[in-house]
């Protein structure tokens, strides 16, 4: 990670209990020239903090930076910004020719003269074995632990391929088959809603905190938003891009935001509730925009429910369904066993960047907005083959 021009002097340190993390402040960078930054949107505000700490001059400016602020005025922009995502997420069907890559450029690093070791992910890297083992074996104790065997020795030689990248290359992690779908397993357990890095200070080492990002070889890469994780689904090409240290470019986007208000009534699930809001957003129009969730009704949905409305985003066709920090994102991370300093690192970084929404928090501004009140949420079908046909 390259250190920072810090155009807007925003770099600060933050001290959760024994250890002292290098964080990129928004309410720093306000005070120092991004006035009406804590008005923007959280997903905006995610993006406004990757490109404080990858200002170079050159693929991030001060002017990019300026223009995020900047969208207050028409709520939204024909800027171009880069993105760099903290991670990448990859199924075994894009990743292995991800990891041939690699592989080659090693070879030919080695064939010129060079170091073959010096040809590594610059983004951490996780691949997810998924929808891989097969029902051969059913009706009795054994019979996962024996359908797993067959698994491994059907595809010997793809695995033993794979346990070497993950020997052979840093950044780089593989999640072995029969342990969940990608999705899954990225929400309980890859994910950290806040992401910490080690980087080069000078002559010093120092660990670097902000907010967790990803992009992903599957479109409902999207589910990870509920956790307060923006990301979204690119093709095999953009995500090795992203791996190899590439940013993404995109346009600064237009967000839509869709204020919740009340409660489930009994009997009525977050199904019921997804297909009432993808039912709404197809109708409004949200093709290339984000979405972020507000308003009181965030109080009264579990992570669980929020993830399955951000898995939905392809399906309404929004880039994203965001969902910002709070309490509830805090619970979900302490059951799913994160570790206590980095529960208690989100929790602190959040508050200080002004990414934890409670109850009292001001709306963000949006480029549009619309409303649901959950108590007027009716059981429902859809399909089944259009999930907007109610």
Known sequence: MTTSLDSFKSRRI???????????????????????????????????????????????TAEDIKAVVGWLKDKTSDREIAFRPARVL?????????????????????????????????????????????????????????????????????????????????????VPPGTGICHQVNLEYLAQTVWTRKAKDGKKTVEMAFPDTVVGTDSHTTMINGLAVLGWGVGGIEAEA???????????????????????REGVTATDLVLTVTQMLRKKGVVGKFVEYYGPGLDELSLEDRATIANMAPEYGATCGFFPIDAETVRFLKNTARKSARVALVEKYAKAQGLFRTAKSADPVFTDTLSLDMTKVEPCMAGPMRPQDR
Request: proline fraction near 4%; glycine fraction near 8%.
């Open 14 to 60: 933050l001290k959760v209990g024994a250890k002292c993390y290098v964080y990129y402040s928004l309410t720093a960078a306000e005070k120092n020239g991004l006035k009406g930054a804590s008005k923007l949107p959280y997903s905006m505000k995610v993006l406004l903090e990757n490109l404080l700490r990858y200002e170079d001059g050159n693929s991030v």
């Open 90 to 174: 990859m199924q075994d069907l894009t990743g292995v020719p991800a990891v041939v890559d690699l592989a080659a450029m090693r070879d030919a690093m080695k064939n010129l003269g060079g170091n073959p070791e010096k040809i590594n992910p610059l983004a951490e890297v996780d691949l997810v074995i998924d929808h891989s083992v097969m029902v051969d074996n059913f009706g009795a104790k054994d019979s996962f632990k024996k359908n797993v065997a067959i698994e491994y020795e059907r595809n010997k030689e793809r695995y033993a391929f794979l346990r070497w990248g993950q020997q052979a290359f840093a950044n780089f992690r593989v």
């Open 242 to 264: 992203a791996m190899l240290g590439q940013p993404i470019s995109m346009l600064i986007p237009e967000i839509v935001g869709f204020k919740l208000t009340g409660k489930l």
